[in-house]
């Protein structure tokens, strides 16, 4: 139920040009051909939608995919470790390519045993305990969420919606641009919008992305470590427990991302510091919130 209505809300922001409606307002069997001639330039363009959304129709996805994964999972209930997630994640936003992004950034830790971390489109960022307890400073949590920040910023969340539903779409918005959006119609629309968000979430928690995009990410996430300065072999002693402690586990981030021996030789090969010394006092820091994991 809350992610169709997060998908409605979306829907209805999508075709009447993003102006800020309140579900309370919406008469979802009254949309008129007026409503959606307001949004029917971007619907002629839907065909190519991935590169013609708007930052704040990317926020509506991204909120719609985020009701679906904690439908699945519980957010930690812990003030002080989420506060401090979103900390260390602001500050590798701050040095990222993308500092601002509509909506901003948003950091959650996920009450689960999984190891796991995924981010939506529009900048929702989530990483679960079990993730949490195999890093072990502050410079490792920073390189599995620099790499989440870059799947936001390289959009690859919005890549993984299927072609045939933009095109399902493009096609009713532009045959209902004349004539009273009824009933079926909105129906027809919405089940599309709800199968976009069906292929986001089925990436992210149960396929994941492909080779080639986790070693783009890996490569942006190197530079957003560098420029915030951390120290960008924690990526590689972070993907060596990893593959140490998944070997077995077929669970989160082990079904869903490629062998980390792939990715730590692709990464060997970009770094720039291997001998560095992680900092003293951001582990202290680190280990202080680390207690509540």
């Known amino acids: 139920m809350k992610t169709t209505l997060m998908v409605s809300a979306f829907l209805l922001l999508f075709v009447t040009g993003c102006k800020e409606l309140k579900l309370s307002e919406i008469d979802f069997n009254n949309i008129t051909a007026e409503d959606i001639q307001k949004g029917i330039s971007f619907g002629q363009r839907v065909y190519d939608a991935s590169k013609d959304l708007t930052p704040e129709q990317e926020y509506y996805i991204g909120r719609s995919v985020a009701a679906s994964v904690l439908a699945k999972y519980k957010v930690y209930d812990n003030k002080g470790l989420n506060n401090y997630i979103n900390t260390v994640g602001t500050l590798l936003t701050l040095n990222s390519e993308k500092p601002e992004i509509f909506g901003g950034y948003h950091f959650a830790v996920l009450d689960s045993s999984e190891v796991n971390a995924f981010a939506t489109p529009g900048g929702f960022i989530f990483i679960t305990k079990g993730m949490l307890k195999l890093c072990k ?30 095109t399902a779409i493009g096609t009713l918005l532009a045959t209902s ?32 992305y492909s080779r080639e995009y986790e070693m783009q990410a890996d490569q942006y996430a190197l530079n957003i470590l560098n420029k915030t300065g951390y120290v960008d072999f924690s990526m590689v002693s972070m993907l060596n427990t990893m593959q140490s402690v998944l070997k077995n586990d077929k669970r989160g981030f082990g079904a869903t991302h490629p062998q980390a021996s792939e990715r730590i030789e692709s990464i060997n090969s970009l770094i720039k510091q291997p001998s560095a010394v992680v900092n003293k006092t951001r582990t202290k820091r680190f280990q202080l919130y680390y207690k509540y994991v």
């Open 177 to 208: 641009a004349t004539k009273k959006y009824g009933t079926q119609e909105l129906a027809s629309l919405t089940e599309s919008f709800e199968d976009s968000i069906g292929d986001i979430v089925n990436t992210l928690v149960v396929n994941g």
């Open 137 to 166: 400073n502050e410079d490792e949590l920073a390189a599995v969420l620099a790499h989440e920040i870059s799947h936001v910023q390289l959009r690859h969340g919005i890549s993984s919606i299927k072609d045939s539903r933009w």
